[in-house]
């Protein structure tokens, strides 16, 4: 069981001045969940290297059993500190691919050529596609074998419009998780803000939040294993 995690290199938030990333348990929960299960897991992204880590998510109140675990893990740090480069990924080479979200990934994944041929050609082979939290954000230009947008029809979940109001980021971001997937004809439904909610259609699995996040990567492993029986 081969798993690709495709994690973001852009830091910067916007023309704030300040740094973003991916989400520290975005990350973790679904690391560990693959790794827990045997799974062979490949990092990468667009630059390749040390993705930049959102500061917030590494705050005292944002910690979770699997971001304690992590900074316990120098293994698991290191393999962090050098993904593979995006570019070099081949779809072939893996069973499932697992987006993290973060709000980095609205910048460059979701306009990376690299990013979008990947989860194309997955979804098209009927392997697993997952995204958690803004991530999601990352099908806004895929498109389906007859050329419409991928999420078309299906029913899909990501970062809600009242969560990034929560935080204050709706003037910065380039663009909000649920209004593109909704635009893209996505059938987008939500739980409360911040509960844990996950929706699968096919072999396309969104999260709605980072509590979304090891949720998701069950759904995923899940799928794989009815793949396998």
Request: aromatic share 8%; hydrophobic share 40%; charged share 20%.
């Amino acid at each position: 069981m081969k798993i690709l995690m495709v994690l973001t290199s852009h830091d910067k938030l916007g023309n704030t001045g300040k740094k973003t990333g991916f989400w520290l348990e975005e990350f973790a929960a679904p690391y560990y969940v693959f790794k827990d299960a045997g799974a062979d897991v490949t990092l990468a992204s667009p630059q390749g290297g040390q993705p930049p880590l959102d500061p917030k998510s590494d705050e005292a109140d944002s910690q979770t059993d699997a971001t304690r675990r992590f900074k316990a893990d120098t293994g698991a740090q290191n393999e962090l500190a050098h993904t593979k480069k995006l570019a070099s990924m081949l779809p072939e080479n893996f069973d499932a691919v697992f987006y993290p979200g973060g709000h980095g990934p609205l910048w460059d994944l979701a306009e990376d050529a690299h990013s979008i041929k990947l989860i194309e050609s997955m979804y098209a082979a009927g392997k697993p596609v997952a995204a958690v939290c803004h991530a999601p954000g990352v099908l806004r230009h895929t498109k389906a074998a007859n050329g419409s947008p991928l999420v078309r029809g299906k029913k899909v979940t990501g970062f809600t419009n009242t969560e990034e109001a929560a935080v204050q980021l709706t003037d910065i971001v380039p663009f909000l998780v649920e209004d593109v997937l909704s635009n893209n004809g996505g059938i987008y439904s939500k739980a409360a803000d911040w509960q844990p909610y996950v929706v699968t259609e096919d072999n396309l699995i969104t999260g709605q939040n980072p509590a979304s996040s090891a949720p998701a990567a069950h759904a995923m492993l899940h799928l794989l294993e009815k793949r396998q029986a």
